[in-house]
């Protein structure tokens, strides 16, 4: 039997002095129940709030605006606050709710707390669980609790709708649920009673959303100290040190603003007196250790994130195992389909998800960031097979190559232009710029993974959009790294260029005679290997830095040189130019 005939009253109360008195016919029975008329905290575990609590007064302000009963537009029914495993979610609506529960005339009829356990399959509570709990919490007897989630829903809403009949208006709490199906069977139909949920997922429980985010330096850095203060006394040695106070704010950036992260690094230095933050900071400096040395006792934020990595799916697994091997800032969502090798529309939704999970977020349209501890996390996952990650990672540089070569043939002025990829010489560059930081960490990043040619070829695919955007460091820095994978390879052919380029790079910052070095030595490497035409571009750019560096009578010997080797190979348009620059010089 799934529910109450149409004929039977539910809900039927009237007020007595010392508590709530509930009579309602359930599924043929007859319950008559004198509930409490305030439900403590204590009574369905509501946890006390730290004391330190810190960064989140703009939070709590917007949750109590939502929670009051003379609000503007009213109470909101559902607040949803989510975010990623360790943020802070449960104690932003624990602070909240004490402090509503202190507010007169606000909760007369108190509160109820439940946490669903929602990323512990082990622990999971279901909404008939959470319901059976609440409903014996406040006194239902055992034997008229109905068995089915849609009748405990029922009764539930009977016995709250008891209490806002009284005046007895209650808030609820429900903490930790992964899923709608946890969470809709115990909300009210009486918009008077108002229901916080937390989530590491972004739930579609016709919520006001709350996402809840890191904490930024300052905060940070004042939580680690509160805790110390609190804990060990104002007059701890450390939080006046001189020497130890950069070292508070490096252990803030290592744990990356997540407030578990900073609680755990805390109450380490308030557990040892003579623990010195700045030793602390050296021992989490190695990636490698950070989420092992960020535990303390029973919390730990590896298995926070463990809890949140066990629910995702196959597909959703792979993506999230993957995105770490992208070297830069951020992630297209075409550079994620390349890393896992799915359909670009399929990852689309796979980062969707993903970000409603919290364990990625979106910087910009169509971009995806993890958070520090979060990408430590993932690169640490077990692969599904050898040459996973390998495999992925020479997809993913292939494809950044590739894609820049192309949008690189929208910069030259000279030759066919490619618009299979890009329509426009803006969408080049737009992509382009979007790009860059993760170009340059390519170029870096893939000689160690056994990569080198994808390094030296993006080096030169590049070098018109740095010079044209004045990126002239990371040029410099990139050329450089080129030429050194030459010379080991014993390229001289692509030392060469790479001095060639390098060059270029130098005299923009004005290192005039770096510049000179750099292009003396292509123009030698380029005669000795016969190579004329790239001797007359190597004694034209050589030109250049002599004239900038006022040495006009050396330059000019340089480009006479140039025009003498670009008209042995037939390149009369490069003859032709440097003539008329020879020109203007006579001039």
Same mark, same amino acid.
């Not at 450089?480 to 390879?489: C, G, P, S, V």
């Given at each position: 039997?799934?529910?109450?005939?149409?004929?039977?009253?539910?809900g039927?109360?009237?007020?007595?002095?010392?508590?709530?008195?509930?009579?309602?016919?359930?599924?043929?029975?007859?319950?008559?129940?004198?509930?409490?008329?305030?439900?403590r905290?204590?009574?369905?575990?509501?946890?006390?709030?730290?004391?330190?609590?810190t960064g989140?007064?703009?939070?709590?302000?917007?949750?109590?605006?939502g929670?009051?009963?003379?609000?503007a537009?009213?109470?909101?029914?559902?607040?949803?606050?989510?975010?990623?495993?360790g943020?802070?979610?449960?104690?932003?609506?624990?602070?909240?709710?004490?402090?509503?529960?202190?507010?007169?005339g606000?909760?007369?009829?108190?509160?109820?707390?439940?946490?669903?356990?929602?990323?512990?399959?082990?622990?999971?509570?279901?909404?008939?669980?959470?319901?059976?709990g609440?409903?014996?919490?406040?006194?239902?007897?055992?034997?008229?609790?109905?068995?089915?989630?849609?009748?405990?829903?029922?009764?539930?809403?009977?016995?709250?709708?008891?209490?806002?009949?009284?005046?007895?208006?209650?808030?609820?709490?429900?903490?930790?649920?992964?899923?709608?199906?946890?969470?809709?069977?115990?909300?009210?139909?009486?918009?008077?009673?108002?229901?916080?949920?937390?989530?590491?997922?972004?739930?579609?429980?016709?919520?006001s959303?709350?996402?809840?985010?890191?904490?930024?330096?300052?905060?940070?850095?004042?939580?680690?100290?509160?805790?110390?203060?609190?804990?060990?006394?104002?007059?701890?040695?450390?939080?006046?040190?001189?020497?130890?106070?950069?070292?508070?704010?490096?252990?803030?950036?290592?744990?990356?603003?997540?407030?578990?992260?900073?609680?755990?690094?805390?109450?380490?230095?308030?557990?040892?007196?003579?623990?010195?933050?700045?030793?602390?900071?050296?021992?989490?400096?190695?990636?490698?250790a950070?989420?092992?040395g960020?535990?303390?006792?029973?919390?730990?934020?590896?298995?926070?994130?463990d809890?949140?990595?066990?629910?995702?799916?196959g597909?959703?697994?792979?993506?999230?195992?993957?995105?770490?091997?992208?070297?830069?800032?951020?992630?297209?969502?075409?550079?994620?389909?390349?890393?896992?090798g799915?359909?670009?529309?399929?990852?689309?939704?796979?980062?969707?998800?993903?970000?409603?999970?919290?364990?990625?977020?979106e910087?910009?349209?169509?971009?995806?960031?993890?958070?520090?501890l979060?990408r430590?996390?993932?690169?640490?996952?077990?692969?599904?097979?050898?040459?996973?990650?390998?495999?992925?990672?020479?997809?993913?540089?292939?494809?950044?190559?590739?894609?820049?070569?192309?949008?690189?043939?929208?910069?030259?002025?000279?030759?066919?232009?490619?618009?299979?990829?890009?329509?426009?010489?803006?969408?080049?560059?737009?992509?382009?710029?979007?790009e860059?930081?993760?170009?340059v960490?390519?170029?870096?990043?893939?000689?160690?993974?056994?990569?080198?040619?994808?390094?030296?070829?993006?080096?030169?695919?590049?070098?018109?959009?740095?010079?044209?955007?004045?990126?002239?460091?990371?040029?410099?820095?990139?050329?450089?790294? =080129?030429?050194? @994978? %030459?010379q !080991?390879?014993? +390229? &001289?052919? *692509? /030392?060469?260029? #790479?001095?060639n380029?390098?060059? $270029?790079?130098?005299?923009?910052?004005?290192?005039?005679?770096?510049?000179?070095?750099?292009?003396?030595? =292509?123009?030698? @490497? %380029?005669? !000795?290997?016969? +190579? &004329?035409? *790239? /001797?007359?571009? #190597?004694?034209?750019?050589?030109? $250049?830095?002599?004239?900038?560096?006022g040495r006009?009578?050396?330059?000019?010997?340089?480009?006479?040189? =140039?025009?003498?080797? %670009?008209?042995?190979?037939? +390149?009369?348009?490069?003859?032709?130019?440097?003539?008329?620059?020879?020109?203007?010089?006579?001039?």
């Amino acid at each position: 039997m799934s529910g109450t005939p149409a004929d039977e009253p539910v809900g039927v109360s009237n007020r007595i002095s010392d508590g709530v008195f509930f009579h309602a016919v359930v599924m043929g029975r007859d319950i008559q129940v004198t509930l409490p008329a305030q439900i403590r905290p204590a009574l369905t575990g509501l946890p006390r709030p730290a004391a330190v609590f810190t960064g989140r007064d703009v939070q709590v302000d917007a949750l109590l605006a939502g929670l009051s009963p003379e609000g503007a537009g009213g109470p909101v029914l559902v607040s949803a606050v989510a975010g990623m495993a360790g943020v802070g979610k449960t104690e932003l609506v624990v602070q909240t709710a004490h402090r509503a529960l202190r507010k007169p005339g606000w909760f007369p009829g108190g509160v109820l707390f439940v946490d669903m356990f929602g990323y512990d399959a082990a622990r999971r509570l279901s909404a008939a669980d959470a319901l059976l709990g609440w409903l014996q919490a406040i006194g239902i007897p055992g034997e008229h609790i109905p068995a089915s989630v849609q009748d405990r829903a029922r009764l539930w809403r009977s016995v709250l709708d008891a209490y806002t009949s009284q005046d007895r208006r209650l808030l609820l709490i429900v903490d930790n649920a992964a899923t709608e199906d946890q969470v809709t069977p115990l909300l009210p139909t009486d918009p008077e009673i108002p229901v916080l949920v937390t989530s590491r997922h972004t739930l579609d429980i016709d919520a006001s959303l709350h996402d809840l985010n890191v904490l930024d330096t300052g905060p940070a850095v004042h939580l680690i100290r509160e805790v110390i203060a609190q804990r060990r006394g104002a007059d701890d040695p450390r939080l006046h040190a001189p020497d130890q106070q950069q070292a508070m704010t490096d252990l803030a950036g290592l744990c990356a603003g997540l407030p578990l992260a900073l609680r755990v690094v805390a109450a380490l230095l308030a557990d040892r007196s003579l623990l010195r933050p700045a030793a602390l900071a050296d021992r989490l400096r190695d990636d490698q250790a950070r989420l092992d040395g960020l535990s303390r006792q029973q919390v730990a934020v590896r298995a926070a994130f463990d809890l949140s990595y066990r629910n995702l799916a196959g597909e959703q697994a792979l993506l999230y195992r993957l995105l770490p091997v992208n070297p830069g800032p951020d992630v297209a969502t075409d550079g994620a389909a390349a890393l896992t090798g799915l359909p670009a529309a399929r990852v689309a939704v796979l980062l969707e998800d993903l970000h409603r999970a919290h364990l990625v977020d979106e910087p910009a349209a169509d971009r995806w960031r993890m958070h520090d501890l979060i990408r430590l996390h993932a690169a640490t996952q077990p692969v599904a097979s050898p040459d996973e990650t390998p495999t992925a990672r020479q997809r993913l540089f292939t494809h950044y190559l590739d894609t820049t070569s192309t949008a690189n043939t929208h910069l030259v002025p000279t030759g066919p232009t490619d618009t299979t990829r890009f329509p426009s010489r803006q969408d080049a560059l737009r992509w382009l710029d979007a790009e860059h930081a993760n170009l340059v960490s390519v170029c870096a990043n893939a000689p160690t993974h056994d990569l080198p040619h994808i390094t030296t070829s993006l080096v030169f695919a590049l070098a018109r959009f740095l010079s044209f955007r004045r990126h002239f460091t990371d040029w410099i820095t990139i050329a450089t790294l =080129a030429r050194e @994978i %030459f010379q !080991q390879l014993g +390229d &001289r052919h *692509g /030392e060469g260029r #790479a001095w060639n380029s390098l060059g $270029l790079a130098l005299r923009q910052v004005r290192r005039f005679d770096d510049a000179i070095t750099a292009h003396t030595n =292509a123009r030698d @490497i %380029f005669h !000795q290997l016969g +190579d &004329r035409h *790239g /001797e007359g571009q #190597a004694l034209n750019n050589l030109g $250049l830095a002599l004239a900038e560096a006022g040495r006009l009578d050396e330059a000019r010997v340089c480009w006479e040189q =140039a025009v003498a080797a %670009f008209a042995e190979t037939g +390149d009369t348009h490069a003859a032709t130019l440097i003539r008329t620059l020879l020109d203007e010089l006579e001039s």
